[in-house]
Structures are given as C-alpha cells and as structure tokens.
C-alpha cells in the first residue's frame, strides 16, 4: 500500500511558501471559478501544502519546525519544580 498520498508535506517558508501560495492562487481561479480571498478551503489547501495543519496553521511536524528554527527539543530547559 502506497502512503505517500498520506505523508505530510515538508514545512515550507519563506520564498518556497510564497512560490507555492501564488502558485496554487493562480490555478485556484482558473480551476475552481472563486476568488481564493473569499473561499476558506483556498487558505486549508495552501496551509497543507506546505506542511501545516490545514485548520490551525501549526506544524504538522514540530520536530521538523524546531530543526528549521535552528534549535532542538532536547536543548530546552526543563521548568525548575
């Protein structure tokens, strides 16, 4: 069985998340007829294509964020008890 429809997208910033974002901008109006402003499944489709939860907006892979951000899990204090 082939996951790879499932996988979760790397995280994109920056110029990769804009490249993507007025990508799938463009193709929205062509294919879809609406204005991407106006349609809330535009914003889910452009969050998941680039790595994030479609409804929060957050990471879909922390650990992957936390690498990008040039830190670690592991390097984090813990709070003092």
């Known amino acids: 069985m082939d996951d790879s429809a499932n ?30 402003d106006e349609d809330p499944e535009f914003l889910r489709s452009w969050r998941r294509a680039t ?4 409804e929060t907006g957050l990471p879909m892979n922390p650990a992957e964020f936390t690498a990008l951000l ?8 813990k709070p003092a008890e």
């Open 7 to 36: 996988a979760t997208p790397p995280l994109l910033l920056g110029r990769d998340a804009n490249r993507v974002f007025n990508e799938l901008y463009g193709r929205w109006i062509d294919e879809h007829g609406v204005d991407p």
């Open 51 to 54: 790595g994030c939860d479609p």
């Open 70 to 77: 040039g830190g670690s899990t592991h390097d984090r204090e």
